[in-house]
């Protein structure tokens, strides 16, 4: 599988336009083999990168960038983008430590105009850079790719609607594959679907645009036959227009996401009409890669795997998986319970649940605000709704928790996945602000499990035990170290080791692995130390507070944000209450960039190693005054 010639010639985006159409065609497959290569060795986003290379191709074969903007929703289909605008010597880094994102990052190059991560923000943030260029009086274009599973978000619609009449040069590209990440749901859905099986209309629309083409007669003939293709429209979907138009877009397509040709063409056109247009393309997710087109769902974000099978290395059993198992459990004994998805039933294991329990299962599509809210209603009517979400997505339902559930006392339980540190996604998916924001939610409990018993514990606690909001965070991948002789006894907080040592750790969750690390490296040293694990975090056990004033040093570790984190809550509960010793925070105080888990762990000083260190030096000399002692 080797890479040809062209690419080696591409250093920026200029060296595209002068290409012809079938040279772009060989450009593409060559891009399509580096990407191959490069998610097989490091893993990341393989079948979204795969479907959008000719789409890429064409778009920066059109249009004049960095001086016109383009805008990635989500962003984890931009490694060709990457690999034409002067990074393919560095591709083979990418999600690497120190390496280049596997997302569009402003700081990395000055064609990534716009940091994204999260989906349905194009369109808003292209209006923005549109209106800013047309307030400096610049002819640039502001184009953004939004792909149809971004469609289930609301935030897209309210860019849509702000957007169709602005009158500025801004091109939005709804790239259609019938899928985000699990099959898309909806009657968004449902209505693109309808869009793009109109066979007689696609091939009519195709025959136009090639009579275009025609010398000296083409353009005159088609233009007199718009009022055809007009009626063509409107005959063919049984309306006037469609909903792009409706919202003010000059609407085209759909065309064919993989045909250079048809790609440029319209791109030219959309550029002449100096107003907001509507590209609408249809791509194959894993385009050109077999065992990817076969099983998009599987090649969506992969970690590394063997080009040649397409096998990747046996996952071993992790806490996503558990929580599923969990869930169908009960739910077969309780048919009050039913689960609720942001298009990731694969991700957080409720794919058995989906098909078991079809009348209790709910994915909502990439809309998380209306996850909480539909919960919110859900529970209201006596049901018991579970709401599973990676943590990192939580935080864009913090109004619905709050205005919806909260504040009504209404019993809805979030199962928190990705808690933590995550790795090569970098800081738009690390699960480190979670616990901050629901500490600040009225009659709200959260629960830290440290293993699989004890998610499966606490998820119980939290469906039939806990009133108002419930929340279950765990952390992403499997059970971490654990002693041989400790035991788990459900309580809100537990003690290990020797109880009358003068040193005390307290953590949560993962963490409670490090520590315990750390606990047996000291002891090797004839240094005692004893751990308080939280079980339950928010709110914070009252005797766990009055069980470490006992203590004349305690030190509090933390995978999560220090900010109003439950760490400073800690600390500030252990003054009140009369404490005389000191107090160490350790938590995280800032973005965390990609790595390895384990790395991003010893640079934020929460690794065991950090932990032995810190205990034996009595802390951090360099640290600041917490509550009238220090911190780290």
């Not at 750790?505 to 939280?534: H, M, N, P, W």
Request: charged fraction near 25%; hydrophobic fraction near 35%.
């Amino acid at each position: 599988m080797k890479n040809g010639g062209l690419l080696e010639k591409i250093c920026s985006p200029s060296d595209l336009r002068k290409m012809s159409d079938e040279e772009l065609k060989r450009l593409s497959q060559e891009i399509r083999l580096r990407i191959v290569d490069t998610v097989a060795n490091n893993g990341g986003h393989l079948a979204s990168n795969l479907g959008v290379v000719e789409l890429t191709v064409a778009i920066h074969s059109v249009f004049d960038c960095p001086k016109d903007k383009i805008v990635w929703d989500v962003g984890h289909q931009c490694y060709a983008h990457k690999i034409i605008t002067g990074r393919k010597n560095v591709i083979d880094t990418i999600r690497k430590e120190n390496g280049i994102s596997g997302f569009p990052k402003r700081s990395e190059s000055e064609y990534d105009c716009f940091d994204t991560g999260h989906s349905s923000t194009s369109v808003s943030a292209a209006l923005g850079i549109a209106c800013a260029e047309d307030m400096k009086k610049s002819d640039a274009y502001t184009v953004a790719v939004i792909g149809d599973g971004a469609l289930t978000g609301g935030l897209a619609y309210e860019g849509l609607n702000n957007a169709g009449r602005s009158g500025k040069n801004l091109i939005v590209i709804l790239n259609d594959n019938k899928m985000s990440i699990s099959q898309n749901v909806g009657s968004m859905a449902k209505y693109l679907s309808k869009m793009r099986i109109q066979p007689g209309y696609l091939e009519a629309k195709t025959r136009v645009h090639r009579l275009e083409n025609v010398p000296v007669i083409g353009k005159p003939v088609t233009s007199g036959m718009k009022h055809i293709k007009d009626w063509m429209r409107d005959d063919f979907f049984g309306q006037k227009g469609n909903l792009f138009m409706q919202f003010g877009f000059t609407y085209y397509g759909p065309y064919d996401g993989h045909d250079i040709t048809q790609l440029r063409t319209a791109l030219k056109a959309a550029k002449h009409k100096h107003s907001p247009v509507l590209i609408h393309v249809c791509t194959k997710k894993g385009k050109g890669y077999e065992y990817a087109e076969k099983n998009p769902k599987n090649f969506h974000g992969v970690s590394a795997f063997d080009k040649e099978t397409g096998e990747t290395k046996a996952a071993c059993k992790g806490y996503s998986d558990v929580f599923g198992r969990s869930m169908c459990a009960m739910a077969a004994k309780d048919k009050h319970i039913c689960a609720i998805t942001a298009a990731m039933s694969i991700g957080t294991g409720l794919s058995t649940f989906s098909k078991k329990y079809k009348d209790r299962f709910y994915d909502v599509g990439i809309a998380e605000e209306h996850a909480v809210t539909f919960a919110a209603g859900i529970a209201s009517d006596g049901m018991i709704p579970v709401f599973a979400v990676y943590s990192t997505f939580l935080q864009r339902s913090f109004d619905q928790i709050l205005h919806d559930a909260a504040l009504q006392k209404l019993h809805i339980v979030l199962a928190i996945d990705r808690a933590g540190i995550v790795g090569e996604d970098g800081e738009t998916h690390q699960g480190i602000y979670d616990t901050a924001f629901l500490n600040m939610m009225p009659d709200t409990t959260v629960y830290a499990p440290s293993s699989f018993k004890e998610l499966e514990n606490a998820l119980a606690k939290a469906v039939y035990d806990t009133q108002g909001v419930a929340a279950v965070r765990y952390p992403r991948g499997g059970e971490q170290y654990l002693p041989d002789d400790y035991r788990s006894d459900g309580k809100p907080f537990s003690l290990y080791g020797n109880e009358n040592a003068k040193t005390l750790i307290v953590t949560y969750g993962r963490e409670f692995s490090q520590a315990c690390l750390a606990k047996e490296s000291l002891a090797k040293q004839d240094i005692d130390v004893c751990i308080l694990k939280l079980n339950t975090i928010i709110p914070v056990p009252e005797n766990a507070v009055k069980t470490a004033g006992d203590y004349e040093r305690v030190f509090f570790f933390e995978e999560g944000i220090k900010s109003g984190g439950i760490g400073e809550k800690f600390g500030f509960e252990l003054y009140q209450s009369g404490f005389k010793g000191e107090y160490f925070l350790t938590a995280i105080t800032g973005a965390v960039c990609q790595a390895k888990t384990e790395s991003s762990l010893h640079k934020t000083g929460l690794d065991a190693q950090s932990i032995e260190e810190k205990l034996k030096n009595g802390g951090d000399s360099e640290g600041q005054k917490y509550a009238g002692k220090k911190e780290t």
